[in-house]
Antibody, heavy 123, light 106 residues
Framework: EVQLVESGGGLVQPGGSLRLSCAAS????????MDWVRQAPGKGLEWVGR??????????EYAASLKGRFTISRDDSKNSLDLQMNSLKTEDTAVYYC??????????????WGKGTTVTVSS | DIQMTQSPSSLSASVGDRVTITCRAS??????LNWYQQKPGKAPKFLIY???SLQTGVPSRFSGSGSGTDFTLTISSLQPEDFATYYC????????FGPGTKVDIK
């Protein structure tokens, strides 16, 4: 079964750091781009960022709004994806999802999602 | 950055109704448009890519159309399990989601 399982969420104070992880199974993780998406309470979906695969030099992209505070990394040997979040703000409070990016004929989409992990930034 | 808008932001409909949701991009994105469905407390579910291509397993009552800047998602006959929030997403330049359209029961 194709599966993504996020972990690492919790309560953190403003200005603090947190590292989220996503464990992948059931597919060839190394072939895929992987993304993070977040959803603040009662709000819509916000794309956070991406790590590409080895064939594309593991390059990363981030939403401009994050201004360098977040870093995405991956370990293909462990089928895992991480999101390092620094200088956290109350507005970073959200459910964070990891998602597999698939492509078909040059069209990219998120076809597999984890159930999410909740991050609360509060004093 | 490409901005996405959706209309309406919410709608009320009955089982069996035909429902249409509109999505607009701030610049031309050709057919690089995806649709997702999300139910409360659940992760989004992927429905449509390339504006009109249905993901395997998605019921045929769902359809998508459009190109350039204007797109639509249509549910031909609304079923009880279709009450959810629907998001469009451009994939022309990385990803950007629309703000969502909530479909609830009339």
């Amino acid at each position: 079964e194709v599966q993504l399982v996020e972990s690492g969420g919790g309560l953190v104070q403003p200005g603090g750091s947190l590292r989220l992880s996503c464990a992948a199974s059931g597919f060839t993780f190394s072939d895929h781009y992987m993304d993070w998406v977040r959803q603040a309470p009662g709000k819509g979906l916000e794309w956070v960022g991406r790590t590409r695969n080895k064939a594309n030099s593991y390059t990363t992209e981030y939403a401009a709004s994050l201004k360098g505070r977040f870093t995405i990394s991956r370990d293909d040997s462990k089928n895992s994806l991480d999101l390092q979040m620094n200088s956290l703000k109350t507005e970073d409070t959200a459910v964070y999802y990891c998602a597999r990016v698939h492509s078909s004929s040059g069209y990219y989409y998120m076809d597999v999602w984890g159930k999410g992990t909740t991050v609360t930034v509060s004093s | 950055d490409i901005q996405m808008t959706q209309s309406p932001s919410s709608l009320s409909a009955s089982v069996g109704d035909r429902v249409t949701i509109t999505c607009r991009a701030s610049q031309s994105i050709s057919s690089y448009l995806n649709w997702y469905q999300q139910k409360p407390g659940k992760a989004p579910k992927f429905l449509i890519y390339a504006a009109s291509s249905l993901q395997t397993g998605v019921p045929s009552r769902f359809s998508g159309s459009g190109s350039g800047t204007d797109f639509t998602l249509t549910i031909s006959s609304l079923q009880p399990e279709d009450f959810a929030t629907y998001y469009c997403q451009q994939s022309y330049s990385l990803f950007t989601f629309g703000p969502g359209t909530k479909v609830d029961i009339k």
